[in-house]
């Protein structure tokens, strides 16, 4: 923590310049390490492979060359981005002379407890060392060859830019016992716990650091009467299929009754051939076969799989209560072409993130231009959705006067 602390000062006060230059020489190295990088990763997933990691975490944990090209650009992204630090909110005097600035500063050092994605490594760092944090990250057993691999890089990265390489750090070792040392670090200022509503809860729960409450994703589809069928269908293909070991992705897919004939054998054909496995109510297997009974944890499960809940509902009032008592505060959405109840859905939804005609998958630092994210926060104190750079910032009030007292 010492090293941390040390770090995140000097980082705090170099130039914007510099700290950028350490993101792009990043960016070369995820470039020029590729192959270094993937046969760490390579040895992570054949552990994995025999411990019994299921499919969709193994490709939680792949890295390949498309992924660290696209991680090269978002680095590159964030580089671009306006330094968050220094920027002021508006200067203003008082009666009595005292000129007033409240201007953004880094929070301090950021522990992350994350599992599976490497990436993390690679998102959560370019955001922190461009807002001017420190980052402890601790990751899972099955990725930590990855992680240290990214980790390495990122020091030689900040070296060459003349910042100080213990800005990012890892854990050395997997043990459980150093997530509850970071859950009890004193001198943390923030903890981001990333991984499964198990971890998140331990940590939010148990935590006596600051904690913010990130991405469990039990996420809706509301294909509403009035809607496009096709683009329900495709909508519903990209969030369940696309990805469907991400927070991100749909769990659970809310029809109206009166299109259920048409649009649930549309549904079962559209996603039959990826091998999604339907949990449907009584009404939607009465119309497919195939499915398998929901029952009450159905529809409260982040499957995380190839899995989706179907449940048919009795219009817009309906979808809301289902959502309302069995949603994450994630991402919603709603396929309809009636504005009215479009807008009803936007306006009422209790979500990080609502969509009106289009796919939960885009909830994404990357996609929302932030370039990354350290996570996506669910809850609303003091950042909510794809945690950029601002989201990694706090304010400090400045004032400058010429001998200006209060009492005296």
């Not at 601790?138 to 930590?144: L, T």
Request: with cysteine; aromatic share 4%.
């Amino acid at each position: 923590m010492s090293q941390a602390k040390a770090a995140q000062k000097a980082l705090a006060l170099a130039p914007g310049r510099e700290r950028n230059r350490a993101l792009l020489a990043m960016a070369d190295l995820l470039v020029e390490e590729t192959e270094a990088v993937m046969a760490e990763n390579r040895r992570d997933l054949e552990a994995a492979g025999q411990e019994g990691l299921s499919g969709p975490l193994l490709k939680r944990l792949e890295l390949t060359p498309k992924k660290l090209s696209e991680l090269a650009e978002g680095l590159r992204q964030v580089a671009r981005l306006p330094d968050p630090l220094g920027r002021g909110e508006g200067r203003r005097q008082l009666d009595n002379g005292l000129k007033i600035e409240v201007v953004h500063v880094p929070l301090g050092v950021i522990g992350l407890i994350f599992e599976s994605r490497p990436g993390v490594v690679v998102e959560a760092a370019a955001l922190t060392v461009k807002s001017g944090n420190a980052v402890i990250l601790r990751g899972g057993h099955e990725a930590q060859r990855s992680n240290q691999a990214l980790v390495q890089l990122w020091r030689r990265a900040l070296g060459s830019a003349g910042l100080p390489e213990d800005a990012v750090q890892l854990v050395p070792s997997t043990d459980r016992q150093y997530v509850e040392g970071m859950m009890h670090l004193r001198g943390l200022d923030l903890l981001i716990p990333r991984g499964g509503a198990g971890l998140i809860n331990r940590v939010v729960h148990e935590a006596t650091v600051p904690v913010i409450e990130t991405g469990v994703g039990n996420c809706h589809l509301y294909v509403h009467r009035a809607a496009d069928l096709n683009m329900a269908a495709h909508i519903l293909r990209d969030g369940k299929v696309g990805n469907p070991a991400v927070c991100n992705a749909l769990e659970t897919l809310l029809v109206d009754r009166a299109i259920k004939e048409q649009f649930l054998p549309l549904a079962w054909e559209t996603l039959r051939e990826d091998g999604v496995v339907f949990h449907g109510d009584e009404e939607t297997r009465a119309l497919l076969s195939d499915a398998i009974p929901a029952t009450e944890k159905d529809w409260a499960e982040e499957y995380l799989s190839l899995d989706l809940a179907v449940k048919i509902v009795d219009g817009l009032e309906e979808a809301l209560a289902h959502i309302a008592r069995y949603g994450s505060g994630h991402s919603e959405a709603v396929v309809t072409n009636d504005y009215a109840v479009g807008q009803a859905f936007l306006d009422s939804v209790d979500a990080a993130a609502v969509y009106w005609n289009a796919s939960t998958r885009f909830t994404d630092g990357f996609q929302f231009g932030l370039g990354a994210e350290v996570g996506i926060s669910t809850q609303k104190l003091h950042a909510r959705g794809p945690m950029g750079l601002e989201a990694l910032t706090t304010v400090k009030t400045i004032a400058y006067g010429q001998g200006q007292t209060r009492d005296l």
